[in-house]
């Protein structure tokens, strides 16, 4: 059996590596900024005339301002922006009325800015999200 001084050098050794190790773990992770965008609907399919109460959702910790908007598009027609949010890092909900049969799409985009009165840039567009009226 070892002696007393022997048994404290190793434990004396262990912590040190034991220490060594976790700091070299805990310093080396990545850093990186959360980003994302996504939108919800009410329901998935409706009938003309029904409404639907859809919201935009987003934001992204690289960007100082981010600003959520809600894109519609009817059947295979090109994309209409409804209308973005007021005030950084909130969402934006329109109640949207059915008046045509097929399928309407809606998507939300985050749009960024690095000063409140800075120009507005295109961070990211969520998937759209499909709405069938019968």
């Not at 934006?92 to 399928?103: D, E, I, K, L």
Request: proline share 3%.
């Amino acid at each position: 059996m070892p002696n007393r001084s022997v048994r404290r050098a190793r434990t004396v050794a262990l912590t040190g590596l034991t220490a060594a190790v976790l700091s070299a773990t805990l310093l080396s992770g990545t850093a990186y900024a959360k980003s994302g965008t996504y939108v919800v609907v009410g329901a998935r399919a409706l009938r003309i005339g029904q409404s639907v109460q859809v919201t935009a959702y987003g934001g992204d910790d690289s960007a100082r301002y981010t600003y959520a908007c809600l894109d519609e598009r009817v059947g295979n027609g090109g994309w209409f922006a409804l209308g973005c949010s007021g005030q950084p890092w909130a969402s934006y909900g329109r109640t949207v009325r059915a008046s045509s049969f097929g399928r309407i799409q809606f998507r939300a985009r985050l749009l960024a800015r690095n000063s409140p009165h800075g120009s507005a840039w295109l961070d990211r567009i969520s998937n759209p999200v499909d709405v069938v009226v019968h």
